[in-house]
């Protein structure tokens, strides 16, 4: 792992896979660092010919942490009036911290991946950063459509509430309870393997603080239906049919709203990305890659 300054913030990254190869910048989801992609994931796509890199996002991790606790439900009602929110920084500014790693990096184009808060943050990047983008592809994310069902009372209780302590094992063992309420039902982890993703990512960084100003950066992004529109880009969507945390139509509603865009629903996926199904991601990913190229060429 790396740091390097970037759009005025430090960002920690890792760059992985031949140096040649079709550049991938993954994007994490919310309050989750690096170290959440699953491993085969990742070796997968270095097999599959991609220099994959993926980074902290601001707020988590060894990224640099920003100031202030913003108001969600200020942030909120500003978003339904079409107002600017007040709020420390936006999707698009952390969009913005990608791109410019990709400058950083010497990369003029490449293709992104963002799962649940990621899959949003490379919507901002295809709709504010089109020429630097070769495809697309959101996973278990949505448009911020206010029309959308919203997370069961469940899950997002999963993914709000906050441990008792601040000790290790206390944090871990609270991270394993929510994510076994939103997990995927046909593919659940075993205590061991789950157990050792949360602390592999306490072990990385505890920053509980981040949090907040994250979510109000979703929440003030409003809707991006208008938006997405006007994008013109190799466009993938990802999505679990026993998403209880972002239902799945959230999916149907970000493909409906990119012209041309494929949508692939699987069975049994919830909120997250089992190692079993790791290899269709890869050849899904693949194959939108090879398509995009394609018709760069021909161009």
């Not at 909120?76 to 420390?88: F, H, L, T």
């Not at 039902?185 to 789950?194: C, F, R, T, V």
């Not at 509980?208 to 006007?230: F, H, M």
């Amino acid at each position: 792992m790396k740091q390097t300054k970037v759009n005025g913030i430090t960002i920690n990254y890792e760059d992985r896979g031949p140096a040649d190869g079709k550049p991938l910048l993954l994007v994490c989801g919310y309050t989750s660092t690096m170290m959440s992609w699953p491993i085969p994931l990742l070796e997968g796509l270095k097999q599959a010919g991609f220099r994959v890199i993926r980074f902290d996002n601001r707020d988590v991790g060894h990224s640099e942490k920003l100031k202030g606790i913003p108001d969600i439900g200020v942030v909120a009602a500003a978003a339904r009036e079409g107002r600017k929110p007040d709020v420390p920084y936006m999707l698009a500014d952390m969009a913005a911290d990608g791109m410019a790693l990709l400058d950083k990096l010497g990369i003029d184009r490449a293709h992104i991946m963002g799962i649940s808060m990621g899959g949003m943050i490379v919507q901002n990047m295809a709709i504010n950063h089109p020429g630097k983008i070769l495809s697309v592809t959101s996973i278990m994310s949505t448009t911020g459509n206010p029309e959308l069902p919203a997370a069961s009372k469940e899950a997002m209780t999963a993914l709000q509430e906050r441990p008792a302590s601040a000790e290790r094992e206390v944090v871990i063992r609270h991270n394993m309870k929510g994510r076994r309420v939103y997990q995927s039902p046909d593919y659940p982890m075993s205590d061991e393997a789950l157990h050792e993703r949360c602390a592999r990512e306490y072990d990385h960084m505890y920053y509980p603080e981040g949090a907040t100003r994250q979510y109000a950066a979703i929440v003030g992004d409003g809707s991006r239906v208008d938006r997405l529109k006007n994008v013109q880009l190799p466009f993938l969507v990802i999505h679990g049919k026993a998403d209880p945390l972002v239902p799945v139509e959230g999916g149907i509603d970000t493909a409906k709203s990119v012209s041309g865009a494929k949508l692939e629903l699987i069975e049994g996926m919830g909120h997250d990305l089992p190692v079993e199904l790791c290899p269709r991601y890869v050849e899904l990913i693949a194959e939108l890659a090879e398509s995009a190229e394609g018709r760069m060429a021909a161009e």
